[in-house]
């Protein structure tokens, strides 16, 4: 990470010092230690005296391990950047990303695993199903961690529900760099355990630590919450069939809109997000237990990349009617993004999406209503692949885009576009995967010879 100017590092979240080290040691940087020692005065307010000493043990472990010998530690870099290939932007970079993921993954024998890109995986454990996920709490909001704990273990928890699962257990893992007040974990946890308290599933373990330890400076807070639940029977996004209509239920948004609202200064508008109506109608269903084939949550990338997901796993076209998702869009919400243009269809809504077989749908309806929450059929499933809008103006392109609708400055500023050609980068990407898989099976192959050696 290269920093130019004091004052820049003075307003980040985090700065890792050994990556810096680093970068100055590979450039031949005869100033490094000193630009270390600026850095850390700047940010620890320790004496210059201590903050030199602290920069020269920086250098020594950088040092050690700038060229590591050995397959082990070995990366050949695929040069295409996380930001290049939009992955976490939830678009197309990041779908087909996950894509990759899985490969390197390999078969699992789970009944749902990362190849069907679901948002759980799920397992067999004697007759019941096992369902396991675990959802990275918004980077936006870091400097909100109540919000952040909030929004992360409702969005676990859409997860486990979606898939026909009722949640049994919940655990966080909390990572506060060094400067970190400890009141932000506090305030963290108490997020979470406000959503596990409404619902009634259990905040049971976690894990607490610094990012980076004591060679990261700032007090940038990240992590995840996971969920787990137990079925009897699941509804992936793969079982979506034809003849199917497809429900949404009104959505006001979680993490996402919730930081919108933060960085344009519409603070009113994350009131609406703090709400628990998704898990209610999904509990409701699951209740009540009318048919459904498949279920997910309206998350980030938008019904744009729920479609083009649904309709690739499962082998199916997918038809939207726009005016009446339109209509389930939280008012104040919607309002904000059409006076931002943000696209509400590219963008989390955190809507429940429902896919079932027609003759279901007025069932559905009435457990939905009966649970105090609006819903209504927004679309089909069709025989064939790809996805539909239809507008007022006519049937229109409904494919996701390089990156999910900016909803913030920063996001607008970078913008929703590839900066790179996209089939360059996925032929780089490829090319990456299949060296991580074939170190996969080195190490697999190498592991398992040691261990029957030293059985013999």
């Keep these: 990470m290269e920093v130019s100017g004091r004052g820049v590092v003075a307003r980040a979240h985090r700065m890792d010092l050994e990556g810096y080290a680093k970068l100055g040691l590979r450039r031949n940087d005869p100033n490094i230690r000193n630009k270390l020692a600026d850095l850390i005065v700047e940010i620890k307010g320790m004496s210059r005296e201590r903050a030199v000493a602290l920069a020269g043990a920086v250098l ?7 060229n590591p010998r ?24 990041d779908f087909y990303m996950h894509t990759k993921i899985a490969e390197v993954i390999g078969r699992t024998g789970a009944v749902v695993d990362s190849s069907q890109l679901d948002d759980s995986g799920v397992v067999k454990a004697g007759d019941k199903y096992l369902i396991v996920t675990v ?3 918004h980077s936006r909001l870091s400097d909100y961690p109540f919000l952040a704990g909030f929004h992360v273990t409702r969005a676990a928890l859409r997860d486990i529900l979606v898939m026909g699962a009722r949640p049994v257990a919940l655990f966080s893992d909390i990572h506060l760099a060094d400067d970190g007040d400890v009141a932000k974990v506090l305030d963290h946890i108490a997020g979470i355990a406000t959503v596990g308290e409404l619902v009634n599933v259990p905040l049971i373990t976690g894990s607490t630590l610094r990012i980076g330890g004591d060679m990261v400076i700032g007090d940038r807070l990240t992590g995840c919450v996971g969920a787990v639940g137990i079925a009897e029977r699941i509804t992936p996004r793969k079982d979506a069939a034809p003849g199917d209509v497809i429900i949404m239920t009104e959505g006001a948004g979680g993490g996402t809109i919730c930081a919108a609202a933060l960085y344009y200064g ?11 109506k998704f898990l ?4 409701a269903l699951i209740d009540e237990g009318p048919e459904i084939h498949a279920m997910t949550d309206v998350t980030n990338g938008g019904i744009r990349g729920d ?12 038809v939207f009617f ?7 869009v939280n008012h104040r919400v919607l309002e904000m993004l059409e006076r931002l243009e943000i696209d509400y269809l590219g963008v989390s809504i955190d809507a429940l999406l429902i896919i079932a077989p027609e003759r279901e749908a007025d069932v559905i309806l009435g457990v939905i209503e009966k649970a105090g929450v609006a819903a209504d059929i927004i679309g089909r499933v069709e025989r064939g692949s790809g996805v539909e809008l239809h507008t007022k103006e006519g049937i229109k392109d409904f494919s996701p885009r390089f990156r999910e609708s900016a909803y913030t400055p920063i996001k607008k500023f970078v913008g929703e576009e590839a900066t790179r050609d996209f089939e360059e980068m996925r032929a780089l990407v490829d090319a990456a995967a299949e060296r991580a898989i074939e170190k996969k099976k080195r190490f697999v192959e190498m592991i398992r010879s040691r261990q029957s050696g030293r059985a013999a």
């Design 266 to 276: 519409m603070h009113d508008v994350v009131e609406e997000t703090l709400n628990i």
């Design 135 to 137: 959802d990275g709490m």
């Design 280 to 283: 209610e109608a999904a509990g």
């Design 70 to 93: 050995g397959d082990v530690f070995e990366l050949h870099n695929s040069g295409v950047s996380m930001g290049e290939f939009g992955v976490g932007s939830r678009g197309l970079g």
């Design 60 to 66: 020594q472990e950088a040092r050690a391990t700038l």
């Design 307 to 318: 479609a083009k997901e649904i309709s690739h796993t499962a082998g199916v076209k997918m």
């Design 322 to 328: 726009e005016e009446r998702m339109r209509s389930l």
